[in-house]
């Protein structure tokens, strides 16, 4: 769908998404939507990407391996652009269309994997550092704005895993997780592993765990990850994570539409 223009919003999620792929993405937990962006956009955006990484502060992730990642949080508070991305009409109609229900956006991040061996990403779900309540809608949107093949450190998920349950092991806050100390039955799935092309875009539920890769390549990966939420979803302080959100309360709904807007139809 390159090349879709951008009057043909109430089409986007029935001609990209078939029922057949929405069952799908409720089994495994995972879709990946290619082409979604044009090459054009995809140079603009990635232009844009590259002067946040240069010129905002950033947050890094670094491990016993060496630093997994760098990022810059909130972006879509700081870059016109980004932001656009972040609501693009296209991926929202999605997203809302896999969820099946009206969602909100809660938050953008721009990521980058560094050249030379970055750290792999461990096995995670994202739910536990997601500071809302209103499940089990909860996603996130990632959107390559580099080709990422394998060896540039591509995702690798267990399809199904969001539908199994969950146990938290008793890693400290702040300290990234043995894979090996999640339940038995989820470790030892089959787990599918998915390239992708700038421009592509995956959509992953909130519990289903996904790693990624070292970026063994001369070429840096970025990307953007959003993560949507229930409309009526209200704030849960989060145990991971840092309260980045503003001192919200516990119970406040998350409905400031400047900072959680509506996405596709709601808007």
């Known amino acids: 769908m390159r090349g879709t223009k951008p009057n043909d919003k109430p089409d986007y999620a029935q001609d990209l998404v078939s029922d057949e792929t929405v069952s799908r993405y409720r089994e495994q937990g995972l879709i990946r939507i290619p082409g979604m962006l044009t090459r054009e956009e995809v140079d603009r ?31 879509d508070r700081r870059c016109a652009d980004l932001r656009g991305l972040a609501l693009h009409p296209r991926i929202t109609a999605i997203a809302e269309r896999l969820a099946g229900g009206p969602l909100r956006m809660l938050k953008s991040e721009l990521l980058r994997k560094a050249v030379g061996g970055s750290a792999p990403t461990p096995l995670h779900a994202d739910a536990p550092a997601i500071p809302f309540t209103g499940r089990p809608i909860g996603m996130t949107a990632w959107v390559a704005l580099t080709d ?120």
Not at 148 to 158: L, S, W
Not at 247 to 252: F, L, N
């Open 45 to 75: 955006l990635l232009e844009a990407a590259l002067r946040q990484l240069d010129e905002a502060d950033k947050v890094a992730w670094d491990r016993g391996g060496g630093r997994v990642m760098d990022w810059v949080a909130h972006v």
């Open 148 to 267: 990422v093949p394998i060896e540039r450190g591509c995702m690798t998920y267990i399809p199904g895993s969001h539908l199994m349950p969950h146990e938290r092991d008793e890693t400290p806050p702040g300290q990234s997780p043995d894979p090996f100390r999640w339940p038995r039955n989820m470790i030892w799935e089959p787990r599918v592993t998915v390239p992708v092309r700038a421009g592509d875009c995956t959509f992953h539920h909130e519990n289903v765990l996904h790693m990624a890769g070292r970026n063994e390549t001369d070429q840096v990966r970025v990307s953007l990850a959003t993560v949507y939420m229930d409309a009526d979803a209200v704030f849960e302080p989060s145990d991971l994570v840092p309260d980045d959100l503003g001192g919200m309360e516990p119970g406040q709904p998350l409905n400031d539409d400047r900072l959680f807007p509506l996405i596709g139809a709601g808007r």
